[in-house]
C-alpha cells in the first residue's frame, strides 16, 4: 500500500472516531438536559407533549359549557340521597350523635333513607357548611368514599362496573350525571394522549364552600372508578380550585397524584391506556340493564335530558321504518350540528345512541317472534337482512338466528 494511501485511511479513521465522540457526548448533553427538564418540571413545549394538557382541553371546549350558569334558582337543586347516608354514617364514626346531625341539618326519612331519596340543595348546603366548619371532620372526607357502594348511585354505579374500559364507565358517569346531582356540570374530553374528566359546580356559586363539593365529588369519582377498576387506578394529574386543600397526607394517599392548582373547575386526567384497558366487571347486557334504570330514575324524578329525548325519538322512528337523523333533530327544535354537540357534552353520539337502540329494539323484535329478519332489519334501517345479522352479532355475541333460538329452547 502506498504511504499516500496509508495517511488517508488513518486520517478517514480519525474523522470518523472523532465525529462518534461528538455524537456520543451530544447524545449526553440532550438526555442531561431532558432529565434537568424534567426535575425542575419546566413547561417547554418538548415536555408538554407527554405530559396532561389540561389548559388546552379547557380551551377546547364549547364558549356554551364555558360560560354555563345555572338556570333555575339553586334551593331547587337536589343530590341523590345515598351521598348524604354516607356522609351521616362517617360523622357518626367520629364520634357525633346521628340523630343530633339529623336535626341539626333538619333531615328526614325522604333525605336519605330511602332508594329513591333526594337531599334538596337546602339541606345539603348546611352539611357542607358543617363540614367546612370543623377541620377535624375535613381532614376526614378522604375516607367518604368507603362509605359508598357500587348501589349508592342507582343504576349508575353498575352501569360503570360493568362498562367494557373505564373511558365507557366514565361516559356512564356523564350521562347520568344528574342522577348523582344535578347542580354539577361533568364534560369528557380527549386529545391523542389523554382524557380529562371536568368537573364544575355552576349550581354552587352562590355557596361559599363550593371548593368543597368538588373536592366530595372527586373522592366518589375516584372511589366509584377504582371499584371498576382496581384500587391502583389513579389519575396521572388532578386539578383543583385550592390544591392546599388537598395538601393532607390523606389527600396525597387517597389521590395517589400530582395536585396542581386551577380555576373553578375540577380536573382528571387519565393517559389512554388508562382509558382503554380492559375491565374485570364487563357485561355490556348488566351496563344496558342498569343504564335503563338509571334513565328510569331520571324519568320519575323529572329529569329530562337531551340523550333520553333522542332515545325516545329513536324508538318512535325504528316503529315507523323511519330512521333519519335530521328528522329527529327538527322534532326535536334542533339543527343537526347542535343535535351532535349537545350529544357529545353528554358524553356520547347520535352513532353510539344508534346503536344501542338498535341492539335493544332487535332483541324485542326477536323475541316476540312475530317479524322475519328482512322485515326487522327495514325497521331497524339496514340495507339488508346479511347488514344486520353481523351487526346484531356484534352487539350481542351471537346471530339473530342463535339469538331467537335460545329464546325458544328456554321457553
Known amino acids: 500500500m502506498r504511504p499516500f494511501s496509508l495517511i488517508n485511511s488513518a486520517f478517514h479513521s480519525y474523522v470518523v472516531c472523532k465525529t462518534s465522540a461528538r455524537l456520543v457526548a451530544s447524545s449526553y448533553r440532550i438526555h442531561s438536559l431532558w432529565s434537568w427538564m424534567a426535575q425542575r418540571n419546566i413547561d ?49 364514626d367520629l364520634g357525633w350523635n346521628r340523630d343530633q346531625l339529623v336535626a341539626r341539618f333538619t333531615l328526614n326519612a325522604d333525605d336519605y333513607q330511602l332508594p329513591e331519596s333526594r337531599t334538596s340543595y337546602r339541606k345539603w348546603r348546611r352539611i357542607i357548611h358543617f363540614i367546612c366548619d370543623n377541620p377535624a371532620i375535613y381532614e376526614a372526607i378522604s375516607k367518604m368514599g368507603n362509605l359508598l357502594h357500587l348501589t349508592s348511585l342507582h343504576g349508575v354505579g353498575y352501569a360503570m362496573f360493568a362498562a367494557p374500559t373505564p373511558k365507557r364507565s366514565i361516559q356512564y358517569l356523564v350521562q347520568f350525571q344528574k342522577v348523582v ?39 366518589m369519582v375516584l372511589h366509584i372508578l377504582r371499584l371498576c377498576a382496581g384500587v391502583q387506578f389513579s389519575p396521572c394529574e388532578l386539578r383543583l380550585p385550592d390544591a392546599q386543600m388537598a395538601s393532607g397526607a390523606g389527600y396525597l394517599q387517597l389521590f395517589g397524584c400530582p395536585i396542581q392548582p386551577g380555576d373553578r373547575r375540577a380536573v382528571m386526567a387519565f393517559s389512554r391506556s388508562q382509558l382503554i384497558m380492559p375491565l374485570p366487571g364487563s357485561n ?10 338509571a334513565q328510569e330514575y331520571l324519568v320519575k324524578q323529572g329529569v329530562t ?39 357529545q357534552q353528554a358524553g356520547t ?10 341492539a335493544f329494539s332487535a332483541k324485542e323484535m326477536l ?19 346479511g347488514n344486520f345479522c353481523r351487526a346484531f352479532k ?13 329464546r325458544v329452547t328456554s321457553l
Request: contains cysteine.
Open 44 to 92: 417547554s413545549g418538548l415536555q408538554r407533549h407527554y405530559a396532561p394538557n389540561i389548559e388546552g382541553c379547557l380551551a377546547r371546549m364549547d364558549p356554551a359549557y364555558e360560560n354555563q350558569e345555572y338556570s333555575g334558582e339553586a334551593e331547587a337543586g337536589s343530590v341523590i340521597g345515598s351521598c348524604t347516608k354516607a356522609i351521616l354514617a362517617l360523622l357518626a
Open 181 to 219: 346531582d344535578d347542580l354539577t356540570v361533568v364534560r369528557f374530553e380527549q386529545d391523542s394522549d389523554f382524557g380529562y374528566l371536568v368537573i364544575d359546580t355552576p349550581g354552587y356559586d352562590r355557596c361559599p364552600v363550593r371548593n368543597t363539593q368538588l373536592m366530595l365529588y372527586v373522592i
Open 284 to 293: 355490556p347486557a348488566l351496563a344496558q340493564w342498569n343504564a335503563e334504570v
Open 305 to 343: 335530558s337531551v340523550v333520553s329525548r333522542v332515545r325516545a325519538g329513536m324508538v318512535s322512528q325504528i316503529q315507523q321504518a323511519n330512521l333519519d337523523q335530521y328528522q329527529l333533530a327538527l322534532t326535536l327544535g334542533l339543527s343537526v350540528r347542535q343535535l351532535q354537540r349537545q350529544l
Open 349 to 358: 353520539s347520535y352513532t353510539e345512541l344508534l346503536n344501542e337502540v338498535r
Open 367 to 385: 323475541r316476540q317472534n312475530r317479524l322475519s329478519l328482512g322485515e326487522i332489519s327495514y325497521r331497524l334501517g339496514f340495507a339488508n337482512s
Open 394 to 406: 356484534r352487539w350481542c355475541g351471537v346471530t339473530p338466528f342463535e339469538f331467537r333460538g335460545e
